[in-house]
């Protein structure tokens, strides 16, 4: 098992968002009876906070990157047990080469999107610990390599360069 190190995803981080995935792909197909189109919005609250999630680790510093990238540790580590004492596998790193940072405009969607996220999680019902784990999924495949940090690789440059045209930066 590996110590804290920033920025880095090992096998055991990309397993453990692949697994929150699975399970609420699973609890939304097993639980819609038509399979429908109309009902993938079911999937919306997950889909935007793994987004979310995305673009916390692709943050460059303050407060929020700095407990993404705790939170990256977490699922790596608990990942990286699961492997390693579950089924005796390795885990190396799968980080991507290439980081993507987002810019100050970028910065400020993730910010707006934090204001969101707790208006959200603020109302009546309690804490919402699917939004959590839903976060917790997009922070693990953000950084990844590969087909699981796709999104990742695509959505930094999208938000730069939305919150720059917003903000009036670009």
Not at 67 to 80: H, N, P, R
Not at 86 to 93: H, L
């Amino acid at each position: 098992m590996t110590f804290y190190t920033r920025d880095l995803v090992s096998l055991g981080g990309v397993i453990f968002g692949l697994s929150v995935l699975a399970w609420n792909v699973t609890r939304w197909w097993s639980g819609s009876k038509k399979h429908r189109l109309s009902d993938l919005r079911e999937l919306g609250p997950f889909a935007l906070c793994a987004l979310y999630g995305m673009l916390l680790i692709l943050a460059t510093g303050g407060l929020l990157s700095s407990l993404a990238d705790v939170a990256l540790w977490g699922t790596s580590a608990a990942g990286d047990a699961a492997l390693e004492y579950g089924v005796g596998a390795n885990t190396p790193d799968v980080t991507r080469s290439q980081h993507i940072a987002l810019t100050d405009g970028g910065a400020g969607v993730v910010i707006i999107g934090t204001v969101i996220l707790v208006a959200v999680w603020t109302r009546k019902r309690g804490f919402r610990w699917d939004l959590a784990f839903s976060i917790l999924c997009g922070i693990s495949l953000g950084l990844a390599s590969g087909i699981a940090g796709a999104f990742g690789w695509v959505l930094g440059p999208v938000v730069n360069t939305a919150g720059d045209a917003i903000v009036g930066l670009l």
